[in-house]
């Protein structure tokens, strides 16, 4: 049987087996989840301004209580019934990506600081030798932003590329750009 090598990229085959697990509404069938619905979208584009067609984006967050829908959550019994803040898309021809979600709660850092309300992001897309990690954080949350200690070790002159925009009444707007003067900033993890 043949393994694949590390020398081998992610992609471009993400449909395969993944797509039954692509969850683009992370509120549907949840009920009350103390707080409104927020779309999030945007677009994956390479060093070239392209759009990256064939990626795909997965979320991972809390709920609005700062309660992780994990076992590892010490808090998980106190978390939002059916909300387990997954979500997976693949990216559409123009590289566009949608998920509906709520702004999480701020969850405690590893010194159990508070963080600021954020989303866990993942890339995956042809080329790569492995996954990108990246976060997005809210642009109505300035004090938390600042204070937060994963968004204060990044050189203030790029945190911008981890904050999303408001685009209109209950959605953001925040791109992936994957090389280039408005980089977005990744995460060796």
Not at 1 to 18: E, K, R
Not at 20 to 33: E, H, I, K, P
Not at 56 to 81: F, K, L, N, T
Not at 116 to 132: I, T
């Amino acid at each position: 049987m043949l393994y694949p090598t590390s020398s081998q990229t992610v992609g471009p085959y993400l449909h395969i087996g993944l797509s039954g697990l692509n969850r683009d509404d992370l509120t549907a069938g949840c009920g009350d989840l103390g707080a409104a619905p927020v779309v999030i979208e945007g677009r994956v584009i390479d060093g070239e301004g392209n759009p990256v067609p064939d990626g795909m984006v997965e979320i991972w967050q809390a709920d609005a209580r700062g309660v992780y829908g994990h076992p590892d959550d010490p808090r998980h019994d106190e978390g939002s019934p059916g909300f387990g803040g997954f979500g997976r898309v693949a990216t559409q021809p123009d590289g566009g990506f949608r998920f509906t979600t709520i702004k999480p709660g701020c969850v405690p850092g590893p010194d159990g600081q508070m963080q600021a309300p954020h989303l866990v992001v993942s890339v995956f897309m042809r080329g790569l030798l492995k996954h990108l990690s990246t976060r997005m954080y809210f642009p109505d949350e300035p004090g938390a932003n600042e204070q937060d200690w994963i968004l204060a070790k990044v050189p203030a002159h790029r945190r911008g590329t981890l904050v999303a925009t408001a685009a209109k009444a209950g959605v953001l707007r925040w791109n992936i750009v994957l090389q280039g003067s408005e980089e977005t900033v990744f995460f060796d993890i």
